[in-house]
């Protein structure tokens, strides 16, 4: 797989794109290849809380035998920054397949979490 991404601040705001592209070896699970791609809009306006939106979208194309699958998903929330991580408090929706033995499933979905990103 390759990955490319660049962030861009924008004044106050971080645009981060990044791109990306699966190449599946020998059979891939019945894929051939499958581009995607991130793009996050992080406002820093207050020191302690930063609203941010985030979506993701992939596509993979399937080899004979089986369906193509597509994932589209979107997270919007706040973080909130120290000196060594955020802590990311969202909620998520998406429409897709699965991955793994339930890729022939189609969901839509609504949630939420707490992810923490240390740098």
């Not at 406002?43 to 194309?61: D, G, K, L």
């Not at 998406?94 to 939420?112: M, Q, S």
Request: proline share 4%.
């Amino acid at each position: 797989m390759w990955d490319l991404a660049a962030r861009v601040p924008l004044g106050r705001c971080d645009l981060i794109a990044r791109m990306q592209h699966k190449v599946f070896l020998l059979d891939g699970g019945g894929y051939k290849n499958g581009p995607g791609g991130d793009l996050v809009v992080r406002w820093r306006r207050w020191r302690r809380v930063h609203p941010f939106t985030s979506f993701f979208a992939e596509y993979r194309f399937a080899l004979a035998g089986i369906p193509d699958a597509y994932l589209v998903r979107n997270l919007t929330g706040i973080m909130v920054p120290s000196k060594a991580d955020d802590i990311q408090l969202f909620l998520s929706a998406d429409v897709g397949h699965r991955k793994g033995l339930a890729v022939c499933t189609e969901e839509r979905t609504i949630g939420g979490g707490i992810r923490f990103t240390f740098f």
